[in-house]
């Protein structure tokens, strides 16, 4: 059974940073893309940063580009985000995905999802 679990989600002021962990289990995603998304109620889900498998090319938003950093280790087959100068509107649920069911990684079609974790930032 494939489960991704996030971690590390939390209450941070304005101007801080916290670090994102998503630790997959069940298969490895090696040569997939992974990526990071996030959702306020009432919202669309949206697309935060991905990363592809073995040449672990990025991508970002605009909206945390320069801010937020992914990275992935595929012995530990987890994927990180760290994120920078945090904004009260990055508040959100954020998720992680593998497995990309397009070949446009900001695309929300992923063929696993973890539970999410809440993120706030207190302005």
């Known amino acids: 059974q494939v489960e991704l679990v996030e971690s590390g989600g939390g209450l941070v002021q304005a101007g801080g940073s916290l670090g994102l962990s998503c630790a997959a289990s069940?298969?490895?995603?090696?040569?997939?893309?992974m990526g990071w998304f996030r959702q306020v109620p009432g919202k669309w889900r949206e697309f935060v940063a991905a990363?592809?498998?073995?040449?672990?090319?990025?991508y970002y938003a605009d909206s945390v580009k320069g801010r937020f950093t992914i990275s992935r280790d595929h012995a530990e087959n987890t994927m990180y985000l760290r994120m920078n100068s945090l904004k009260p509107n990055d508040t959100a649920v954020y998720y992680c995905?593998?497995?990309?069911?397009?070949?446009?990684?900001?695309?929300?079609?992923?063929?696993?999802w973890g539970q999410g974790t809440q993120v706030t930032v207190s302005s």
């Open positions: 995905a593998a497995r990309a069911l397009t070949t446009m990684p900001e695309i929300v079609a992923y063929a696993y």
């Open positions: 069940g298969r490895t995603f090696t040569d997939d893309y």
């Open positions: 990363i592809s498998g073995g040449n672990r090319i990025t």
